[in-house]
């Protein structure tokens, strides 16, 4: 049973299924990060999501998945230069992967067969123009943290090891999942995530005895489960790609870029990545709505996923800074 | 039945259904230690054919990949199949020592759902000893037989099944009743509830029927929720002591047929009967079912390794250093055609000194802060709240410092680990918040159990740091009697262990007024001595600070 489980059949969580909608429609806004405790479909949500992503148009043979053949690294040896249509890559780090699986490194098996000095992509290569996985994020080794910081920054792998000298494009989406009893994940790396949502175990009896019932007929009558949630799932990824289509078209009114502004003032966020993130986020959101204009509602939509891990922390809050976000844009925006 | 029979008689039942389907259940814990006893158990098992893995497996073993020995023999790339390749059955060994990247890499196995079964044999000694909780999350069965094995105990496994589990029906009702029971429990994770219907088709397969019935919810609740159940039901979250047994609820259930749950709550006093006794004596907290030490906060991945792996470099194989084979190949490979030209009639590889690379590894332990709490009456009068503020402040410079945490309190004749290593400050900051004080100051074996901790640690690679918080009027001996003089010598006694074993140790005097004997007793640790008179938590965590980088 490998098919995922379908993602419009996941019960609730809507804070998770709508952050990861929003990049979706706009990759640029740079990924989610779901934090929560065990057992609340993190990692089915992940999966799921590979269902609901439009194919991209990539390069047959290329293994950075270029959308041009002009924009194939040098490197790599291309069979077919036709363009083809393939799903949106969604490759897994997996934790204790290697430095040499994550970058790349000299193909051994080329170079002990035939003599050649070839490289062997790693998994940042699959990763380009797609998302990138990691669960349990907060539990991944400190150099592997290092490297994926730097490339998601530049946009780039470099690697330079074993006589090797190469780079390519990586630009990716990370998706990260973790649960906080664990480890807290370092603040470079938070940064990194567009959005961050915390999910809980449902507290409402029905709703889990309905993701008991989802899941259970997803398992025992696979295939009417999935002629009807591939159909729900079909219509999400339609309007994923109509709000797509409409982003460049939303318009901004000057008043929410100062709501915006003061928003992030108000919470004395380091940086202006959380003034960017808030606003793409808010017109992705506006965009998937069908709407034509931003308004404030969408601001509040997506204020505690766009701003909460972005605070200057305090390491003893335990209310967790969701609900610090969720006050400060009502006084703020009344 | 004994209760010690009882958990044998349930461990068959488990061994009984995973052997009907062992990939559909995914799998059990036996956490049991080496013994005749346990190897009976795996006998029973033995048709599945298990494949034994190691904590320490590599991926090439896991999921395949190139035999690179076979290979250079060969010179033709000759792949390995990896365990992970074919649905098969693990028998991980040792497994409360897998690190938590195995057990990511497991778990996601068993999320697969391709037929793989993993029996994880726990051979922890101590309570908190145990599985990573990812992989202990996705296993239905745990295994823990009490006492001997009865001399009758045996297995009649169910042979080949006439039905398969998943064509058994379960009514939405089922469902639901397990769910509830679940929630009742105060299991929060949704994958418990929908184990046992696993469980609970294949029990009704065994026993060829093609939709559940009554029994099969029974056993499937016994077998799969006591060991996850955070409360008792009824129970409010924030009550810690569990309500006296409703003689009426039950005698209900008994005579009014019609009662709006009556199954439901036939099968809590089941479930509630096989609940571990912990549970009861209120030592989980309420609503934080999750084991707090043990891997979590990355610490024993820290020590697992030692520092952490550089680039190899070209160098000289001298005896001490270790050769980095992979890299060594790695270099020699691009140039084996053109050296071949020039030795055609050398068999093997050409591997040429300037070839050898050699690995190098930067080490690094992380440090742990002990704090040892002292919570007894005294203590309460004077200063502890002020204590725990100073105790705050230092969290949060050790959180910066990227330091772990682990706090002990002593009060009355005990000493409580009430928080294992770790790097999660709000939990360290609940427990703290938390702290009851009152009764005597067995100072001593607030130590005793601080030094355990510290040997513990240091082992997995940790540099343990105590910091002693107390007000000196020590009145509790180790052996728990109330004698003064005896307990200041039982802990000036533990104070040189504490030197022998050369930990850093810092004493922090919160008396109202400073004591001289706190002051020889930090003498005797070799230690710092911080008298506290009427500072602010500010002025402390300066101290500390000085003292740690010092």
Known sequence: MNTPFPFSAIVGQEAMKQAMVLTAVDP???????????GTGKSTAVRALAALLPPIRAVESCPVNSAKSAECPAWAELGSKKLVSRPTPVIDLPLGATE?????????????????KAFEPGLLARANRGYLYIDEVNLLEDHIVDLLLDVAQSGENVVEREGLS????????????GNPEEGELRPQLLDRFGLSVEVRSPNDVAERVEVIKRRDSFETDHAAFMAHYGAEDAKIRDTILKARKRLPKIATPEPILEDCAALCIALGSDGLRGELTLLRTARALAAYQGKRKLSRDHLRAVAPSALSHRLRRDPLDEAGSGTRVLRTVDEVLG | MTPDADSWARAALCLRLLLSAPGYLAGATIRMRASPDRDRLLNILQPLNMRRIHPSISDEQLFGGVDLSATLNSIQVIENKGILSDPSTMVVGMAERCGSDLAAKLAHQVDRDVGHCLIALDEGAEPDETLPPALAERLPFHIAPEGRMPKDWRVVPAGTLSVTPAAVTASAADAETLTLLAAQFGIDSLRAPLMALRVARVHAATHKRTCLEQTDLEVAALLVFPHRATRLPQAEPENQVPPPPNPETSQEAESDASSPMPEGDMLVEAVRALLPPDLLAGLVPAGTGRRMGGDGAGQKRKGNRRGRPLPSRPGRLDGRSRIDLIATLRAAAPWQPIRRKAQPDTPGLLIRPSDIRLKR??????????FAVDASGSAAVSRLNEAKGAVELLLAQAYAARDH?????????????????TRSLVQTKRRLASLPGGGGTPLATGLQQALALATQTRSKGLTPTLIVLTDGRANIALDGSRNRTQAMEDAEQMARVFRAHSIQTLVIDMSARPQAGLKALAGQFDGQYLPLPRADAQALTGAVSATLQG
């Open chain 1, 28 to 38: 640029g806004i740079g990924g989610v990060l779901v934090f929560g405790d065990r």
């Open chain 2, 405 to 421: 945490v682990a706090l002990i309190s002593f009060r009355g004749t005990t000493a409580d680990l009430l928080l294992p290593p």
């Open chain 2, 361 to 370: 590894y930067v080490e690094q332990s992380d440090r742990l802060l002990i």
């Open chain 1, 100 to 116: 040499d699986r994550v970058v790349g490194a000299l193909d051994i098996e080329r170079a002990l067969t035939r003599g050649e």
């Open chain 1, 166 to 177: 190469i780079r390519h494009a990586a630009r990716f989406v990370l998706v990260g999942s």
